[in-house]
């Protein structure tokens, strides 16, 4: 086996039921299961553990009819992209065109998403893709999970790595004559994902040899993209000191990903970075800086000339200060943004956040009221193991006790927290990562975090999307 897409026919114009019976038992037995999860009765065998893991987050977290027959339109029209997301677009559609022929002649197609699930275009079997316009599983339309449920391609936007849905394992009825094969691309820096490669076919058998094709083509494409990654972060250090040369003051330079890489003596005292951080990690105390940044970032990638600034509150300073950003580029390509003092009142485009972004910006992180029957208890960050969400109630497991945040939701909690160390591994945790003292492994190649407590506390679980990104986060192998 050469390790390209090579499908097995299976029929092509057959009903369900006759399609499942020659799928073998397995099959059966995956339907049954679903339609008992669909009733809401328990499962726990039967169906691959990652299946059911899609399958709880289509029907807990996203609500997606399991009767639904066709993708939503995507939300976008013309998605707009970054320069990375069209680097990766382009890589797949090489891919894509390579086995072009073969995926025809075993009547299948193959197809390129964006970041969020939506195609951007396919290729293959004329009749299939006939077939498939009856599906929306074509340009335009939005296969995340949130859209279409456990699918190849969305799921695999949720992976580490490359995933085959077969039949009835579609969360949606609507999907079960297909197989479906997918990968997603990821960004080397931050782990999201970048876009995705899928082989679908229906009435077809892909064999698993069609996830060795799509693994290479993940490696060889990210392997290309941490090449680039590192060029870009060794052409925005000569950019950060060719600026420090010419400018003096304060300077700072943030990548395309909004990670603060490079910070001379005068800006960290400006902007009140009282310590080193690990590039990952905003520096404490500075969230609010964190929608200015990703507001630059956009108009950047749009104008290489544009000059922007904002007021920030900084913890150590009496007042709010003021913040320049300019784009850092070179050869015409975005690198970052230079971050500094303006040098007169007209400096820039004055940034505003939108109304929602400004009303829920940070609180202090170095300050978290938590609620002890009627009592009111102030801790600091540090003094935070983890935060818990009971629906929408939670909780703070800290050095004082169990402690309840007065908001509901982990997701004001979480923005107070950007940058002081605290990592999202699951949509029930926020963990402290300095309070992190073990990882054991966990289930289905899932990993949990053990957190300096006292004994009866037990360990973090981590989100099986997330494990990869929380591995990095941790340094770990």
Not at 30 to 43: D, I, L, N, Q
Not at 211 to 234: I, K, M, P, V
Not at 379 to 388: I, L
Not at 405 to 427: D, I, N, S, T, Y
Request: glycine share 10%.
């Amino acid at each position: 086996m050469s390790g390209r897409p090579v499908a097995t026919s299976g029929g092509s114009t057959l009903g369900n039921g006759r399609w499942l019976r020659q799928r073998g038992p397995a099959a059966v037995t995956t339907a049954r299961m679903r339609e008992r999860f669909v009733a809401g009765e328990p499962v726990t065998a039967g169906v691959r553990p990652d299946i059911l893991l899609s399958w709880h987050r289509c029907r807990d977290d996203y609500a997606v009819d399991p009767a639904q027959e066709r993708a939503p339109s995507s939300p976008e029209q013309e998605p707009w992209q970054r320069l990375d997301e069209k680097v990766v677009v382009a890589e797949l559609a090489g891919w894509a065109k390579s086995v072009e022929e073969e995926v025809r002649a075993v009547g299948g197609l193959v197809a390129i998403t964006d970041a969020r699930g939506g195609i951007l275009a396919a290729w293959g079997d004329p009749a299939t893709l006939r077939r498939a316009d009856g599906a929306n599983l074509t340009a335009r339309c939005a296969w995340s999970e949130e859209g279409a449920g456990t699918n190849g391609m969305g799921t695999a936007l949720t992976a580490t790595g490359p995933v085959i849905i077969r039949g009835p394992e579609h969360w949606c009825a609507g999907f079960h004559d297909w197989d479906c094969a997918g990968v997603a691309i990821h960004d080397p820096v931050t782990g999201d994902p970048l876009g995705a490669l899928d082989i679908s076919a229906p009435g077809v058998s892909l064999p698993d040899s069609v996830l060795t094709w799509l693994r290479s083509a993940q490696q060889q494409t990210e392997a290309a993209l941490g090449d680039r990654a590192r060029q870009a972060a060794h052409d925005l250090a000569a950019v950060y000191s060719e600026a420090a040369r010419a400018t003096p003051g304060p300077l700072a330079a943030a990548d395309t990903s909004g990670r603060i890489l490079l910070v001379n003596a005068s800006a960290r005292q400006y902007l009140g970075i009282v310590r080193a951080e690990p590039p990952s990690d905003l520096p404490a105390g500075l969230a609010s800086l964190a929608p200015f940044l990703r507001l630059a970032l956009d108009h950047a990638r749009q104008d290489g000339d544009w000059v922007g600034v904002a007021t920030v509150a900084v913890p150590t300073q009496p007042e709010a200060v003021t913040v320049t950003f300019r784009p850092a580029v070179k050869d015409r390509r975005l690198l970052g943004l230079l971050l500094g003092a303006p040098a007169d009142s007209g400096a820039g485009e004055v940034l505003a956040l939108p109304e929602e972004a400004a009303t829920a910006a940070p609180a202090r992180a170095d300050r978290i009221v938590g609620l002890e029957g009627d009592r009111m208890v102030l801790v600091s960050a540090d003094e935070v193991r983890f935060a818990e969400a009971e629906g929408d109630v939670v909780w703070l497991d800290t050095d004082r006790g169990r402690l309840r945040v007065p908001e509901r939701g982990l997701g004001l909690l979480e923005r107070r927290l950007l940058g002081a160390g605290f990592l999202r591994v699951h949509r029930h945790y926020l963990v402290n990562r300095h309070r992190v003292r073990e990882v054991t492994a966990g289930p289905n190649g899932t990993i949990r975090l053990v957190v300096d407590a006292p004994a009866g506390i037990q360990p973090v679980p981590v989100a099986r999307r997330r494990t990869a990104a929380i591995r990095r986060a941790l340094t770990l192998p």
